[in-house]
């Protein structure tokens, strides 16, 4: 069985961020979902990690909704400490367009922690 965001081995800025950071972006934008990969979705993190956090949205964001995203991003970061890194996708491109084609999308499919 995949392990579940309560799973992962994340130290209390890291849980706190992402979990302040889903309530932020749900707040103010359709978020479909947020999944985190990379490293510390395969248990392989270390202390120089980021975290890596895709949101997927139920629409195209305009620039200036990726810019507040963002900006988001990188206040939780300052609050927390922490390193989050993000993509942002809509749910169309992501099953549909380039993002289905290229190596990320698999990697998500198989490691990819919803949180």
Excluded: C
């Excluded at 979705?41 to 980021?50: C, M, T, Y």
């Excluded at 190596?103 to 499919?109: G, W």
């Amino acid at each position: 069985m995949k392990p579940g965001f309560n799973d992962l081995i994340l130290v209390k800025e890291q849980r706190e961020a992402v979990l302040e950071a889903k309530k932020r972006l749900m707040k103010q934008f359709p978020v479909e979902m947020l999944v985190i990969f990379g490293s510390v979705a395969r248990g392989e993190n270390d202390e120089e990690s980021d975290l890596d956090l895709l949101v997927i949205t139920r629409k195209v964001m305009t620039h200036r909704d990726r810019n507040t995203i963002s900006d988001i991003i990188f206040e939780v970061n300052y609050s927390y400490g922490t390193n989050l890194s993000v993509i942002v996708v809509d749910t169309f491109s992501w099953n549909n367009g380039v993002y289905s084609l290229i190596p990320l999308y698999s990697e998500v499919q198989r490691d990819g922690v919803v949180v």
